[in-house]
């Protein structure tokens, strides 16, 4: 009788510590498989060096729309894309700022990418040397973007002479103006990507 029992329990001990294991293994698996998600880490995308920005309109914060073209007659620009609430974007401010002033007189536009509201909130909060719009979702589809910030350097018939995605710092700063100041810039610059802690990820 007393060996009869050891062996029903000793089977109850067996299956246990079988579904203990095999739960186990499974959680070990899940783990894996979601530390393989996080730390499968993508490149942002955006438009690249060499392709073109095509010609887009733009609504002020104030609500008047107004079309960005280029041609020969029009000069580089600057396009940075702007989510209100990315800390990089906010960060880049500084740099932006310094880079605006010395642009004399050529165009640099802030593409707000969560609004016309967060546009004008913007606008009240920072005193930024250049105009913040927005545009319309389709013509955001072109820009290709993942993630914010990005900053454009983009000639005049539309060719993106420099795009950097992540928070901007004074080097590329001073590779814009080097661009800016060339009358033909033969090698375009393809920055390094960024640390991935330095953007952040657009739902586009």
């Given at each position: 009788?007393v060996?009869r029992?050891l062996g029903?329990?000793l089977?109850?001990?067996?299956t246990?510590a079988?579904?203990?294991t095999i739960?186990?293994?499974?959680l070990?698996?899940?783990?894996?498989a979601l530390?393989?998600?996080?730390?499968?880490?993508?490149a942002?995308?955006g438009?690249e060096?060499g392709q073109?920005?095509?010609?887009?309109l733009?609504f002020s914060?104030?609500?008047?729309?107004?079309?960005v073209?280029?041609g020969e007659?029009?000069p580089?620009?600057?396009?940075?894309?702007?989510?209100?609430?990315?800390?990089?974007s906010?960060e880049?401010?500084?740099?932006?700022?310094?880079?605006?002033k010395?642009l004399d007189?050529?165009?640099m536009?802030?593409?707000v990418?969560?609004?016309?509201g967060?546009?004008?909130e913007?606008?009240?909060?920072?005193?930024?040397p250049?105009?913040?719009?927005?545009?319309s979702e389709?013509?955001?589809?072109?820009?290709?973007?993942?993630?914010v910030p990005?900053t454009?350097?983009?000639?005049?018939?539309?060719?993106?002479?420099?795009?950097h995605?992540g928070?901007?710092d004074?080097?590329?700063?001073s590779?814009?103006?080097r661009?800016?100041?060339?009358?033909?810039?033969?090698?375009a610059?393809?920055p390094?990507?960024?640390p991935?802690?330095?953007?952040?990820e657009?739902?586009?």
């Amino acid at each position: 009788m007393v060996n009869r029992n050891l062996g029903f329990y000793l089977k109850i001990l067996v299956t246990y510590a079988s579904a203990v294991t095999i739960l186990n293994l499974a959680l070990v698996w899940k783990v894996d498989a979601l530390n393989s998600q996080l730390f499968t880490l993508k490149a942002p995308k955006g438009l690249e060096v060499g392709q073109r920005c095509p010609p887009f309109l733009a609504f002020s914060t104030s609500g008047e729309s107004f079309q960005v073209r280029f041609g020969e007659t029009e000069p580089r620009r600057i396009v940075v894309l702007i989510r209100s609430s990315c800390p990089f974007s906010r960060e880049s401010f500084p740099f932006w700022e310094q880079l605006a002033k010395k642009l004399d007189g050529r165009p640099m536009i802030g593409i707000v990418t969560d609004g016309v509201g967060k546009a004008r909130e913007m606008a009240r909060k920072y005193s930024l040397p250049f105009p913040l719009a927005t545009v319309s979702e389709q013509a955001l589809s072109q820009f290709k973007i993942s993630a914010v910030p990005q900053t454009l350097l983009i000639e005049s018939d539309g060719a993106v002479l420099h795009a950097h995605i992540g928070l901007v710092d004074s080097g590329v700063i001073s590779e814009i103006e080097r661009l800016l100041n060339d009358p033909s810039p033969v090698n375009a610059s393809v920055p390094v990507p960024p640390p991935y802690t330095a953007f952040e990820e657009e739902g586009f």
